[in-house]
């Protein structure tokens, strides 16, 4: 190398220039596995240098310590005698070979073992328990959900006779027709159930002439009991409302055609003078109730009942002209 301080030629490797002593900024490429460290100041040492050169410590090689004997212990461990491993002639004491302790249980690579592969598969008796388990299962699941002793467990659709005296149809409805029975020649066409409607009005104006009946004969007399009188007023309520609601769905019937109009029109007529007696012979029956002496009350009774004569009249003139199907 050349002193960059005084030019003159430096041996490669060192720090310091020896001939003016100038410290010498130069990059060492030195091998760690030949490196080391100066014990003094932790320099890192040249390769082969005795003599650190920054603090001047000495470097030189050391004997190494002695390790410290290692503490053993004494076991009394009981004698198992020879395995075969060292021969009748042979001591195990004097070769300084440890004994070797050979285990019962195959290893699990050990291929010559007659067992090892079968044991690594699971038993005849596992499969079959696992199969019979399954099918448990998946027949409990099925019998579950099908329900085979009771077939109409699953079904949905109505098949309790309904009441529809409080719609406007008098009677029981045994089947729905639409979801429940969407089958060919089911439907009603918009005349069959206008003229059904004509029929319920027809059947609403017997049950209104019964009850007139029953209020001519019993509700004047005091005889009659409140309690039938009370009855008999609840009955004529319930008239009342059977005839505004079959009113109310004659109304939606009507689809603009000429002919399907007219029809709705004539039987909104009729249900309204069938109203109007209803409310007459309410009233009647409400003044028999309230009454203490209904034979003492019979002309006021009577009089409000005569008010749907009227309209009783009109209704028997033109149910039968007025008729859907005719």
Known sequence: MICPACGGRVPDGSLTCPRCHETIDATQRISLSDAAWCPGCGALLPPGADVCPKCGSSVGPEEPEAAPARPTRDLDLPDIGATGELGEAEDAEETGVITRIESALPSVDDASSPVSRSDRMPRTRAFLLAGLLAVLVVGGATVLITHPWDPSATRISATTPADTSMSGFPGFLETLV??????????????????????????????????????????????????????????????????????????????????????????????????????????????????????????????????GSAFQRLFSQNYDAWDPAA
């Open 178 to 307: 639409g979801q429940d029975g969407n089958r060919a020649g089911e439907a009603q066409t918009i005349e069959e159930t206008l003229s059904d409607a004509h029929d319920s009005l027809g059947s609403l104006s017997s049950r209104v002439d019964e009850s007139e009946r029953l209020l001519r004969s019993d509700g004047v007399l005091s005889s009659t009991s409140s309690e039938d009188r009370a009855a008999g007023l609840e009955a004529a309520q319930g008239i009342s409302i059977e005839v505004s609601n079959l009113i109310s769905d004659i109304g939606e019937l009507d689809d603009g055609s000429e002919g399907v109009s007219e029809a709705v029109d004539h039987l909104e007529t009729l249900g309204n003078w069938l109203r109007n007696r209803c409310d007459a012979l309410t009233e009647a029956w409400q003044i028999s109730a309230d009454s203490a002496d209904p034979s003492a009350d019979a002309e006021a009774i009577t009089q409000a009942m005569s008010a």
